[in-house]
């Protein structure tokens, strides 16, 4: 007698996968169609998703992303004091962000 097999379900690895960290970082970088500090990217994913993710794991699932080829750009800006917070932007294959045309 055989026995039966049990259907497992695939771990969805796309990178517009919401239920993700990595997803959730990916979608509000690709929509974006400005620069954003991590703690704009963090507020985007809250009011999106109903999810909090620190700035450390946003930085971290940024740096992720460009191990999966995604090309996200930063630059300095001058921030309070001697602060220089960064911003980020995914740039398209048509070399820009969301403002591409």
Not at 40 to 67: N, T, Y
Not at 79 to 87: S, V, W
Request: charged share 30%; net charge positive.
């Amino acid at each position: 007698m055989m026995g039966t097999v049990t259907e497992l379900r695939r771990r969805d690895r796309r990178l517009d996968n919401p239920e993700s960290q990595l997803g959730r970082v990916y979608l509000v970088l690709r929509d974006a169609d400005y620069w954003l500090q991590l703690h704009e990217i963090g507020e985007a994913i809250l009011a999106r998703f109903e999810r909090m993710d620190s700035h450390a794991a946003i930085s971290a699932r940024i740096r992720q992303l460009r191990g999966y080829g995604q090309t996200i750009v930063s630059r300095e800006v001058s921030g309070p004091g001697r602060a220089r917070p960064h911003e980020y932007r995914l740039v398209t294959a048509w070399g820009g962000g969301g403002d591409a045309a």
